[in-house]
């Protein structure tokens, strides 16, 4: 009998904006190196490291600390955003703060960096939105929480141009229509988070619903068919459906 595949912890991170039309949410196109969602249009985020934990400083249980220090520290590795404080102020890093601060990061850890710099993650910003696990049949397992925040004013999204090489502020039904098109390849995952997230018209209705809506973990169930996968989810997890094909 083959080993079952392990699970590794992740973190999302869906920074989202006021724009001229409504709701925007940042996403980056994946490098088609990268071992998750290679190509495809998702939010920042990733695996956490073993350091995340220490960097919530015990406020949450380890594995909440875990989570929200990875979708931290994946952000500001992907896009230059970095969800901080001033150890005295209570207002987010302006943009050329973060700026300098990510010119000198050089091949400094996350932490090293908050330490030195002297600097207040953003833990208490993060909203639980989704937690999706990776189901068994797939060779690569991820147990997955997925956050909501606004984007602190100013600070300039970026992709870094190595794990992700584009990057777009778009509506949820903009990024979905463009997928339609076969302008963005976006995985089913990402395209039923952007539905939900989509209910909200802009950041304070977005977030409102979040804070309102109780999580329910995804994994979804596998049903083989002769056109392929259908994957089965809880109906209870808000996605307005109990499944999707792959």
């Known amino acids: 009998m083959a080993e079952p595949v392990p699970v590794r912890l992740a973190a999302t991170l869906m920074l989202v904006r006021d724009g001229a039309e409504g709701l925007e949410v940042f996403m980056v196109a994946r490098h088609r ?38 979708a931290l520290r994946e952000t500001f590795e992907e ?22 601060i990510g010119a000198g990061a050089d091949k400094a850890s996350f932490a090293e960096i908050v330490a030195r710099e002297r600097l207040r993650l953003g833990f ?7 937690h999706w696990i990776t189901p068994p049949m797939m060779p690569k397992r991820f147990d997955t929480a997925f956050y909501i925040t ?4 100013g600070q300039l999204a970026l992709h870094d141009g190595s794990e992700s090489v584009d990057s777009v502020w778009i509506s949820p039904r903009g990024a979905l229509e463009a997928a339609e098109r076969g302008e963005y390849t976006i995985v089913p ?5 952007l539905r939900l997230l989509g209910q909200g018209h802009d950041v304070a209705s977005a977030l409102a619903a979040a804070r ?7 994994e979804p169930r596998p049903e083989k068919r002769a056109q392929g996968w259908r994957m089965h989810i809880p109906l209870e997890a808000g996605y307005g459906t109990d499944h999707f094909d792959v």
């Open 33 to 70: 190196a990268i071992e998750f969602a290679s190509g495809a249009l998702v939010f920042p985020g990733g695996s956490a490291d073993p350091g995340d934990e220490a960097l919530a400083e015990g406020r949450y249980d380890p594995r909440e600390a875990t989570l929200r220090a990875a």
């Open 79 to 100: 896009c230059g955003v970095l969800l901080a404080r001033e150890a005295e102020g209570e207002a987010w890093l302006s943009a050329a703060r973060s700026a300098e």
């Open 124 to 130: 208490d910003a993060l909203v639980p939105f989704a």
């Open 150 to 153: 606004e984007a602190p004013p």
């Open 189 to 193: 995952v990402t395209q039923l988070n």
């Open 212 to 218: 309102a809506r109780r999580i329910v973990t995804v």
